[in-house]
């Protein structure tokens, strides 16, 4: 997610080789969710718990992205805090 971030905030097209892991990487994943068969894959419902780790992943994605940008001054932990807080002043 983060190389999809960056592209779509900063502009910065992921390298051919990081799309060829990103698709591996989706391939194994669907591979073992879907125990090796289309249809147990086709079967698999998302719920809540799923979304939740999703925008989970966004939300770290895109802390990891503006990390560039985070003032010397300001230290690491206060950071992630002042992020976290915005993103749950958002939701």
């Not at 966004?58 to 990390?67: I, K, R």
């Not at 560039?68 to 939701?91: D, H, K, M, Q, W």
């Amino acid at each position: 997610m983060v190389p999809l971030l960056e592209w779509m905030i900063l502009g910065h097209r992921p390298a051919p080789r990081v799309i060829a892991g990103i698709l591996v990487s989706f391939s194994a994943v669907a591979w073992i969710a879907g125990r090796g068969t289309w249809s147990t894959l086709a079967a698999l419902s998302i719920g809540r718990g799923e979304l939740l780790v999703l925008l989970a992943v966004a939300c770290f994605a895109l802390y990891t992205v503006l990390l560039r940008y985070r003032p010397a001054e300001v230290s690491p932990l206060l950071f992630i805090g002042i992020f976290a807080s915005l993103v749950a002043n958002a939701i």
